[in-house]
Structures are given as structure tokens and as C-alpha cells.
């Protein structure tokens, strides 16, 4: 999977990231996903710079989204879905809708997802501490 790098993403922890091993990176982000703290307490800083990195990605990509759902584009659709309607023709109603529900279910996928993340952040900065 290509990652596009984008302005203000820390490519000097990607870096980092890569060279680690792939199945303790594996390990590591099913950790996050799961919000559960990783196996190995040596580890443990990683999941936090991963936990940090993802939201700082996430970050940049929100005021396109508002942007892309602003209100002239909502009428947009709003106004091609309605002619789709009258019309009757339902391909161009599924066309026009489905940009729509794919970001919608991303946004939704994103949301259930980030009390697993705080709870992973939080473990993890747990077993940081005991080990400091």
C-alpha cells in the first residue's frame, strides 16, 4: 500500500517505523486497534509515537472534509440526487450517492474507533511509566 506523505507528517518516524520489524509492527497496531496494551512493555513507546503519528495524520485531512461536505457541495448533491429522482433513473442516483456513504462510513468506521485508541494510548503510557 503506496502512502501518500503529505506537508507536517514526520517522515523521519515513518522511517522508524518501517525498520522495525514487520510482525512487531503487526503486533503493535493490532494492539492500538484493539485498545489493548502491547505484549512487550519495550514496545510501548512505539504504540504511543503510532497512536500520536495517526491522530497528526488524521489532523491534516480533516479541513479538506469539511471542505469537500461544505454547504455548496451538499446542494450539489442534494440537487443531483433529487433530478436523479424525477428522472427515475437510479444508476445516477447510486452514482451521485456513493461518494457520499463511502465517507460517511469512514467517518463512522473513525469515530468507533477512537475510544480503542484512547485506551490503547492510555495503557501503553501506563507501561511506559513502569518502566521508567
Known sequence: MALVLKKGVDRAWLKRWRSVDR?????ILRAVRRGEAVSDPR????????????RKVAGLGAGRFSRWLGRFHLLLVVGAVSTALITHDLRLV???SLPVVYIGGLRV?????????????????????LLS
Open 43 to 54: 514496545d510501548a513507546t512505539l504504540a504511543l509515537e503510532l497512536i500520536a503519528w495517526q
Open 94 to 96: 447510486a452514482l451521485v
Open 109 to 129: 468506521f473513525n469515530r468507533h474507533l477512537q475510544p480503542r485508541i484512547a485506551a490503547a494510548q492510555e495503557k501503553n503510557a501506563q507501561l511506559v511509566d
Open 23 to 27: 510482525d512487531r509492527r503487526r503486533r
